[in-house]
């Protein structure tokens, strides 16, 4: 699709047209498009590997995939399970630290597959469990103690 943009010449009379390129963002996929997502995706192509593919945006394309409803999830390996464990970082309070870099060294998984990899560490009890903060961590450290959380100072 292409919009035009007429523009005044030194002469007054002359008038020139200038094509402009539609801005891609809003672009609607074509059948056709679809048809190359799905096909990619099959033979294990990444969403920026898709979208360098069809000139579009690595968000662009995962929106699209989840619209259309194509989702392939790799399963997380004993090799790569076993670096998260052993390189994650976490500061006092349990959270962690190094998410960017974690994401950064799995190619498979984006940043909320590991975030969600840690959720389920944690709830099997590999990683240890965020620490409550504020009101709620003193009423956790209360409980622990064997205190109630009604008792005064």
């Not at 609607?28 to 099959?42: C, L, P, Q, S, Y």
């Not at 593919?53 to 392939?72: G, Q």
């Not at 960017?100 to 969600?116: C, G, K, M, R």
């Amino acid at each position: 699709m292409r919009r035009r943009k007429w523009r005044r010449k030194t002469d007054i009379e002359a008038i020139e047209t200038i094509v402009l390129d539609c801005d891609i963002a809003h672009k609607k996929f074509t059948n056709h498009e679809d048809k190359i997502i799905r096909n990619m995706v099959r033979q294990g192509a990444t969403n920026k590997e898709i979208a360098a593919e069809l000139n579009r945006t690595e968000s662009s394309i995962r929106s699209h995939r989840d619209y259309i409803n194509i989702r392939k999830t790799s399963p997380w390996t004993y090799e790569e399970t076993a670096y998260l464990i052993e390189n994650i970082r976490m500061n006092r309070d349990g959270v962690t630290e190094n998410i960017n870099q974690l994401t950064n060294h799995f190619e498979n998984h984006d940043t909320n597959a590991v975030y969600h990899k840690i959720a389920q560490l944690r709830k099997i009890g590999t990683i240890q469990k965020t620490i409550k903060t504020g009101a709620l961590k003193d009423n956790y450290f209360r409980k622990s103690m064997g205190e109630s959380s009604n008792a005064k100072n």
